[in-house]
């Protein structure tokens, strides 16, 4: 079994699939912030991370926005409200660094990243198929109002 935890240490090739560094870098980040949330004694971590993690979803705003993104517009647009989720999640936990509150982006930053792990063409062939099986986002993922 692969455990998660495991997967932030390693860093992606110069030469990898976008779509896996991106995973990574989420990955680490919410590792991160979870990591901060646990030193409670140290807030400063909890804010350097928050600081972080709302710069890699800036930079994936950034590329959605560009004139240049080749994504169809509806996954642009959705990931542009989630960046908008995640500025406005960030600037309320740089106001209360209780580490409850930074569990959403923890949870988003891991689910986003368990998606991108996902290959988009063997997901493509296999629409009809039963998909029972596969996992859900959490919740806490759906209750997301952005």
């Keep these: 079994m692969s455990y998660p935890s495991k ?4 860093t992606p090739s110069h030469n990898a699939d976008p779509r896996e560094i ?5 990955l680490k980040s919410a590792l991160q912030l979870e990591n901060a949330c646990r030193n409670t004694e140290n ?10 993690n709302q710069v890699l ?3 994936f705003q ?3 926005a560009a004139e240049d993104c080749v994504l169809p517009a509806d996954l642009r ?9 995640v500025d406005g999640r960030t600037f309320s936990c740089l106001g209360d660094l209780e580490p409850k509150n930074v569990q959403a982006l923890i ?4 689910n986003v990243a368990m998606g991108l792990k996902v290959n988009p063409e063997a997901a493509q062939q296999n ?18 109002d952005v």
């Design 62 to 64: 950034a590329s959605v």
């Design 22 to 26: 991106e995973s990574w870098a989420l």
């Design 127 to 144: 629409q009809g198929e039963d998909t029972s099986k596969i996992a859900q986002p959490t919740d806490r993922l759906n209750a997301i």
């Design 107 to 110: 949870d988003l930053n891991r």
């Design 43 to 52: 807030s400063n971590e909890l804010r350097e991370c928050l600081r972080q």
């Design 77 to 85: 647009e959705n990931i542009l409200r989630l960046s908008v989720f």
């Design 57 to 59: 979803w800036t930079i």
């Design 7 to 10: 997967q932030y240490d390693q």
